[in-house]
């Protein structure tokens, strides 16, 4: 399919565990976003991507979270020493614009669940 | 503080009547809105936008109306199908270049009713 995909689509992980998530965003477009969405409220911005430079990692709740796109096109969310608190659903989106606020496509999201 | 907020979690409508989604913000330099729209297990998806130098802007069964004096905007849909049921939600950004970024609303959760 031409849309933005994610995987794995369900995590679950044990308090402590590093987790990995993976976004394909759409071929040819510049800007990638991470956000999170937490039970009943919005997605929170996260990070973004202007090709494979981060020009914006100011959402990152803490140092545990690392993101990176090093060729541009697929990127990687990863938390380390995950706790409950992060448990949510993980959106990646991405947009043809250099413009932060055009239209973007979100993946179907991770679902992450930390016990 | 919730810049952007949706204060009604949810919303039911008949079938072929109007839905009124409504959606207030707080920081007056906001200057672009949008509104995506929600599937469950599914990401959100564009639906329309405004820039604040417009009121109303409308696409197909879908308008978006901005009151900026009282920083106030609405999503009407006309007429309103079983199809449209969903989760709305509102984001509205600020600022200039590269520190523009979207703030989003709690969401409202739609369901047209047959």
């Known amino acids: 399919g031409a849309g933005v995909s994610q995987s794995p689509r369900y995590k679950v992980a044990k308090r402590g565990q590093d987790v990995a998530l993976r976004c394909d965003p759409i071929?040819?477009?510049?800007?990638l976003f991470w956000y999170q969405q937490a039970l009943g409220q919005g997605p929170e911005f996260l990070t973004y991507?202007?090709?494979?430079?981060?020009?914006?990692k100011s959402g990152l709740p803490s140092d545990r979270f690392f993101a990176e796109r090093p060729e541009g096109s697929v990127s990687t969310l990863k938390i380390q020493r995950t706790q409950q608190e992060d448990s949510a659903v993980y959106l990646c989106?991405?947009?043809?614009?250099?413009?932060?606020?055009?239209?973007?496509?979100f993946g179907p999201g991770t679902r992450l669940t930390v016990l | 503080d919730q810049q952007v907020k949706q204060n009604s979690p949810s919303l039911s409508v008949q079938e072929g009547r109007i839905s009124i989604l409504n959606c207030d913000y707080t920081?007056?330099?906001?200057?672009?809105f949008l509104w995506y729209k929600k599937y469950p297990a599914e990401g959100p998806t564009f639906l329309i936008s405004?820039?604040?130098i417009k009121d109303k802007n409308e696409d197909g069964r879908f308008t978006v109306f901005l009151n900026k004096s009282a920083k106030h905007l609405s999503l009407h849909i006309v007429p309103s199908q079983p199809g449209d049921s969903a989760v709305y939600f509102c984001?509205?950004?600020?600022?200039?270049?590269?520190?523009?970024?979207?703030?989003w609303g709690l969401g409202t959760s739609l369901a047209v009713n047959p």
């Open positions: 991507f202007q090709n494979e430079a981060q020009l914006d």
């Open positions: 920081n007056s330099m906001f200057d672009y």
């Open positions: 071929s040819g477009h510049v800007s």
């Open positions: 989106a991405s947009s043809l614009s250099l413009w932060r606020d055009n239209e973007q496509f």
């Open positions: 984001a509205a950004s600020a600022g200039a270049g590269n520190n523009r970024k979207l703030i």
């Open positions: 405004i820039s604040s």
